[in-house]
């Protein structure tokens, strides 16, 4: 038993032009406000400080040597995993400047262990 549509045909456009941009993936078709990000709210945080390029660079270069599962470790447990992934000696020398018996969660709190 086929019961219909339950709108008009000038509703069915009007709900298919709305969805659209999702559908076929049109340019401009997350205009609407509701698609937009919202900004950060005032519980968090604001940032504070950026990296200059050669500053990122390495930073980056350093995180390419620490494991996902060597977080959270102490220095021994980092060293392990960076030579797991072939790190370069200057990598290995600067985790063997990080405080024994300190554990590091993030590579952000490496970093800045090593005085960066």
Do not use: C
């Not at 456009?13 to 005032?42: F, I, K, N, Y």
């Amino acid at each position: 038993m086929d019961r219909g549509n339950k709108h008009g045909a000038r509703i069915d456009d009007r709900m298919s032009d709305e969805v659209r941009g999702e559908v076929q993936g049109v340019p401009g078709g997350r205009a609407e406000e509701w698609h937009m990000a919202e900004p950060a709210g005032e519980d968090q945080p604001q940032p504070t400080e950026r990296l200059d390029v050669d500053e990122n660079e390495e930073f980056s270069r350093l995180g390419r040597y620490i494991g996902l599962s060597a977080l959270p470790g102490d220095r021994d447990k980092l060293r392990r995993s960076a030579q797991d992934l072939l790190a370069p000696d200057d990598i290995l020398a600067d985790l063997d400047r990080l405080p024994a018996g300190t554990e590091f969660r993030t590579v952000v709190e490496i970093w800045q262990a090593l005085g960066r």
